[in-house]
């Protein structure tokens, strides 16, 4: 083990690290008040405690009061920070891991409404589409406040006990000066690439001067924006090269794309059924051109294109971080020859898509990254075994039973199908999300090393539940597809999971009906086009898909547009009517005053599910709690102690679809912080 690349140490400036893996900056937007408090070093020093060798924190941890942060940054200009950072710091190298912190001013990325409603700045008044913000050119005065304000913020950091900072140049202030489609300066900031630069090196003088010639800085910028008249390849090239030339930057952090909209943002950081690292052969390019400590991520999700990438000499050090926010112990496994052990980021892409929305960064199926502080990475052993029977293997179940596991129980799962997977293996049909059938894989594997009983093709009754004599039963039956919603009709419409599941023909003139928003809607839409047929998806929603959320949609509406599919907003279905061998949609809206009719020869409805629930109503008359969750008690992570039935026999409780139709997510930690305290 001792020869792989991976885990060989890495000599940057006085600094060893460990190995070669790093958790590159990312706002997973835990920040309480702006500052990096119990949550935000929780989150770090697990990761650090997991193997990695260096986590750099802060995704765009703010210089500036005018940089104001849009999905709850680090405010790096308070003094404040100096404390909240010094306590990261500290408990991050005691866990053996460096630690770093992203600086940025976001210039046009960002909103005038926020913070203090100071006007946005940026080297020209060009808006940028994602953020929608028309900026304040900037003046000279601008730019030297700005300046002072990187050097400030850099003294903090050093005085917090970071290893060195790391500034950021794809999207943001840097970066807009660097781009001439961003950059409307006359000299000395605008106009030949030199002067463009100019910005940039200016940060750099001021920040050394602060901070001396030993604390190590590193720049992370986009080396071919990818967009016509911005700056390509080359430009990066001779960029790349002046950093280094400039004695100023001991790291180059390279990303290939532009951010400014959806698609920019999810090709640059690509997501599951996209290319695994698509950008690490420039990256490799910029390192031989450079001779120069190179870092790089984008969707490197597993160890062996990471080993490639350090043995085939394309990076110095690779980044792993979608693949540490599900399995932080990565490493440590990969040390023990435990690598089959490691839960796989699926791309699904929850965590960032969640806060470009505004949410927390959450894994979509490990339910304790970002609650650190109340749920376990790993699963302590129960004082006592008890036998837990479980009924249902999709995400739900499953969890259930491979934390249950984990605890030492004696687990028996009950399934009605021949494989397990659920509403997974459902939407893993569709080649795009077929990553997604490494959640139930990894937990399978989990469950089967831990001698969890599988008992397939067997619906389980109330009589074959207690057959096992139980002590726990949880019911994670999931549920089935409601259709139901019209006024006249419903028998006349197919759901989305027939589409998908391939149990119902596609039409060739359909109307898809989406109104719970999700993938299930696009897939079958998706599944009808791709057959020949014309799609129109209507929701009543006013905005399109919300529970798919930004860069997940980008890859649908590619698809989708190209297909000709027609989108279709704020209507709403009615009813329909059978008219010959067509069929009538009667259209309304939610906003009143329409009467709209469409004819179509197959209507699909997607209006999620309604829970499988018989089983759980006749075992919950036979359970000691009669099925009541004590949610003070679950949501403080302590046992549930409801006993309201002397008479009965178990504690019964049901989890995931079985009790309301949410999400994949919501299914995993339903599992994990019930079966926890077990």
Known sequence: MAEDPLLQPYQLKHLTLRNRVILTAHEPAYPEDGMPKGRYRAYHVERARGGVALTMTAGSAAVSRDSPPVFNNILAWQDEVVKWTRELTDAVHEAGAAVMIQLTHLGRRTRWDKADWLPVVSPSHRRESAHRSFPKKMEDWDIARIITDYGDAAERMQAGGMDGIELQAYGHLMDQFWSPLTNELDGPYGGSLDNRLRFTFDVLTEIRKRVGPDFIVGIRYTGDEMLEGGIGREDGIAISQRLKDSGQVDFLNVVRGHIDTDPGLTDLIPIQGMPSAPHLDFAGAIRKATGFPTFHAARIPDLATARHAIAAGLLDMVGMTRAHIADPHLLNKLIEGREDDIRPCVGA??????????????????????????????????QRQRKVVIVGTGPAGLEAARVAAERGHQVTVFEAADRPGGQIRLTAQSQRRREMIGIIDWRMGQCEKRGVTFRFNTWAEAETVLAEAPDVVIVATGGLPHTEVLSAGNDLVVSAWDIISGDVRPGSNVLVYDDAGDHAGLQAAEVIAKAGGRVEIMTPDRSFAPEVMAMNLVPYMRSLQALDTVFTVTFALESVERDGNALIAHIGSEYGGVAQQRRVDQVVVNHGTLPLDDLYFALKPLSSNLGEVDHKALVAGRPQQVATNPEGAFQLFRIGDAVAARNTHAAIYDALRLVKDL
């Open 349 to 382: 892409n929850y965590c960032l898509d969640r806060i470009y929305q505004g949410g927390l960064a959450h894994c979509l199926h490990n339910a304790a990254t970002g609650r650190e502080e109340t749920m376990p990475q790993v699963i302590e052993p129960a």
